[in-house]
DNA sequence: CCAGAAACCGGCACGCTTGACTGTTTCTGG
DNA sequence: CCAGAAACAGTCAAGCGTGCCGGTTTCTGG
């Protein structure tokens, strides 16, 4: 959309001119997915700027032309990471057999506590507890993507959530699936989730008021 | 228990005559309770072993005599950490009310989540996803916890496991303790929990076969 | 086409963490 | 009471993480 097009046919051999915005746009990109790819490998701790840098193949003057300090990086990637879990959130929204439907649902969203993406978030959630800077992006993180889970379940089940004690029993759900997701953050034990999630979808189809 | 009781009532100023294995124990439990103290407060990242000689007032020589790495020290903290949860579990087996039995064995419940201590094991808990020497130590801590905690609770609230779905609903009682207790870690919510729990707690009186 | 700005590069210095090392004190076993 | 071992103290070097800096390349606005 600028004034510049390609002069001619002739193809200069380095140069590809990419706008500036773009450019700034793919490396700050790059450098956010590279942290996150990194929170889940090699966990807070591992999660050096250097790594990154390197994980994303970015010098690290330009990451920290883009980033001057870690908590500048880090914050990015906690809305970055927002973003990606409302997109997993979109997805699931699909359609359900009628069929054990709150079984169904269940499973997609204890799905979205044991990806990975979750466990990245995870790493964040956890540091953020004594980390200052840290604890506000989590805490705005957390608290939107905890109004958009909410809200998804209840389309998913179709639930009105005025009646009885509906609410609540949503909002143990999602807790509930947050404790199943950090179980299996240290040993996959999909049996023992699964047979907790049947109870659960038949508990709820019985305490649910329609 | 040794052979050689004090000489008379002459008392030495500065030698106190404590045996080898009672000074050892008190420096390795003065540092255990440091680094548990440290990971509370500023989390494992911060936690190093520096900060945590400095916390038990220990040198460092000292430190490197008892536990050479960080890791032996870090390892035993999480033995001991089993120890202190397991000791905050025993205290809460005391008596119930009659009257809102359920909801009171709840809270305590839930309470074993939201203390310094499950704090400190949730440090260890993320730090080990990533960590192989102490995923090992970490895997067995919860183990071990996990059943004592099914244990206490069924003797709690006096549940035959073999009925029904009990089984599973004791478990998903815990697991939704976890994702309470990891939420309570960023912000302080008691109302919402509280909100929860009272909603959980009448659905576990229905749905509970005895 | 051309200054000026933005993007990008790689090395460097500072501070911190770790654990190894050399002494010194305190206890144990005979 | 006395060697030898264990407990304890404090310093040091190596490695790493972070952010800064001068210099180079690429793009923008006129």
Known sequence: MSTTPEPDGSVPVT??????????????????????ESL??????G??????????????G???HHFPSK???VVAAVDYLTERR??????????LPEQGRTRAALELIAAQYV??????????????????ALHEAVVRLERRFGRDAHANMIALLDIDERRGRNRQLVQATLDLARGLGLAASLTDDSARRASILDAWAETLDRELET
């Open 15 to 36: 140069a590809a001119r990419v706008p500036q915005g773009e450019r700034t746009r793919l490396m700050r990109l790059r450098l956010m997915e590279a942290t996150v």
């Open 40 to 45: 889940v490998e090699v966990g807070w701790t």
């Open 47 to 60: 999660t050096t700027t250097t790594v990154v840098s390197q994980r994303a193949g970015v010098s690290r």
């Open 62 to 64: 330009a990451q920290l």
């Open 71 to 73: 908590q500048d990086l």
């Open 86 to 95: 409302r997109l997993e959130l979109g997805v699931t929204a699909a359609d």
């Open 115 to 132: 990806s990975p993406v979750f466990f990245a978030a995870l790493e964040l959630w956890v540091a953020a507890r004594t980390d200052e």
